[in-house]
T-cell receptor
Framework: KQEVTQIPAALSVPEGENLVLNCSFT??????LQWFRQDPGKGLTSLLL?????REQTSGRLNASLDKSSGRSTLYIAASQPGDSATYLC????????????FGKGTKLTVNP | DTGVSQDPRHKITKRGQNVTFRCDPI?????LYWYRQTLGQGPEFLTY????????KSRLLSDRFSAERPKGSFSTLEIQRTEQGDSAMYLC???????????FGQGTRLTVV
C-alpha cells in the first residue's frame, strides 16, 4: 500500500527566505508526482507535475525534484513571500491496476512579513 | 475552459437526510476522481471513473455512498442517511489517462448537524 509522508508538518519563515519542503513515498511504482497548493477552505491548485522519468520541474520561483528510486521529492521555494502562505500537498499517481493520487498530509507554510 | 466545477460550494444538512453533489470536469477529460478531506488531513481517495465506468471504490466508501457518471460527462456523489462523521470537504478532480496532470475543483463543504 502506497504511503506518502510530508515533513515538516508546519513551517514558519521570514519573508525573503528560501525554503525546502520534503515528500517521501513508499512504493516507487508511480506514474508521476504532483505538488499542490491549498488555501484555507479552498480546493487544490496544481503547482508542478513531475513524470516518473523526469528529475525536476521548474515554474517561476518553484522547483520540484524527484528521486524515484529513493522515494523522495522536494519542493524548493525561492525568495518566499507572504502570499506563499498556504498548505502544500504532494501526491503520487500509483501504478499497478489502481491509478489514483495518494496524498500526504501536507506542510502548512507561513511566511511572515 | 473554466476548469473543474463543483456544486454546491457549501451544504448544511440534518443528520439522516440525503445529499447529492455535482462535479463538472474539464471537457474531454476521461478520468474523474472523488476525494474527501477532513481538517488537517490530506485528501482521501473515494472513487474514480474512466469515462462512464466506475473503476475503483475505496473501502472508505460505505453502502450509503454512491457515485455516477452518466454518459462520461458530469458526475454526482450521493450520501444517504448522512451522519456527523460525513462532515468534510468533498473534492472532485479530472485528468486525461496516462499519468497526466490532475485538476481539482473548489470542493463542496458538507456540514451535518
Amino acid at each position: 500500500k502506497q504511503e506518502v509522508t510530508q515533513i515538516p508538518a508546519a513551517l514558519s519563515v521570514p519573508e525573503g527566505e528560501n525554503l525546502v519542503l520534503n515528500c517521501s513515498f513508499t512504493d516507487s511504482a508511480i506514474y508521476n508526482l504532483q505538488w499542490f497548493r491549498q488555501d484555507p477552505g479552498k480546493g487544490l491548485t496544481s503547482l508542478l507535475l513531475i513524470q516518473s522519468s523526469q528529475r525536476e520541474q521548474t515554474s517561476g520561483r518553484l522547483n520540484a525534484s524527484l528521486d524515484k528510486s529513493s522515494g523522495r521529492s522536494t519542493l524548493y521555494i525561492a525568495a518566499s513571500q507572504p502570499g506563499d502562505s498556504a498548505t502544500y500537498l504532494c501526491a503520487v499517481l500509483t501504478q499497478g491496476g489502481s491509478e489514483k493520487l495518494v496524498f500526504g498530509k501536507g506542510t502548512k507554510l507561513t511566511v511572515n512579513p | 475552459d473554466t476548469g473543474v466545477s463543483q456544486d454546491p460550494r457549501h451544504k448544511i444538512t440534518k443528520r439522516g437526510q440525503n445529499v447529492t453533489f455535482r462535479c463538472d470536469p474539464i471537457s474531454e477529460h476521461n478520468r474523474l476522481y472523488w476525494y474527501r478531506q477532513t481538517l488537517g488531513q490530506g485528501p482521501e481517495f473515494l472513487t474514480y471513473f474512466q469515462n462512464e465506468a466506475q473503476l475503483e471504490k475505496s473501502r472508505l466508501l460505505s453502502d450509503r455512498f454512491s457515485a455516477e457518471r452518466p454518459k462520461g460527462s458530469f458526475s454526482t456523489l450521493e450520501i444517504q442517511r448522512t451522519e456527523q462523521g460525513d462532515s468534510a470537504m468533498y473534492l472532485c478532480a479530472s485528468s486525461y489517462t496516462g499519468g497526466t496532470e490532475a485538476f481539482f475543483g473548489q470542493g463542496t463543504r458538507l456540514t451535518v448537524v
